[in-house]
């Protein structure tokens, strides 16, 4: 079973800055798409950005030229740089991703376990 655990977030005032973290681990395999969607109270979920494999990235309309993703495949870790943040940016942030075993099979989505993002002055 491939897990993903979330690092960073917090609160930070409005135009600052954060960086996430989301690792995966759980055996031998291969990632297609890292992303991250959001909920803020009351509200859906949302994609926020999503990365594949070969490194092409697609943003919410919302978090374009703030946000930036990344990922690195040699620690199968997915990175979330948002800058000049605002408080409707404030929501629980998590973490995704799909791919496939060494065996064949395919996996995911699978999700991390939510972090916290408060954007506040």
């Known amino acids: 079973q491939v897990q993903l655990v979330q690092s960073g977030g917090g609160l930070v005032q409005p135009g600052g800055s954060l960086r996430l973290s989301c690792a995966t681990s759980?055996?031998?395999?291969?990632?297609?798409?890292m992303g991250w969607y959001r909920q803020a109270p009351g509200k859906q979920r949302e994609l926020v950005a999503v990365?594949?494999?070969?490194?092409?990235?697609n943003y919410a309309d919302s978090v374009k030229g703030r946000f930036t993703i990344s990922r690195d495949n040699a620690k199968n870790t997915v990175y979330l740089q948002m800058n000049s943040l605002k408080p409707e940016d404030t929501a629980v942030y998590y973490c995704?991703?799909?791919?496939?075993?060494?065996?064949?099979?395919?996996?995911?989505?699978?999700w991390g376990q939510g972090t916290q993002v408060t954007v506040s002055s």
């Open positions: 990365i594949t494999s070969g490194g092409s990235t």
């Open positions: 759980g055996g031998m395999f291969s990632i297609y798409r």
């Open positions: 995704y991703a799909d791919g496939k075993y060494y065996s064949g099979k395919y996996w995911g989505p699978n």
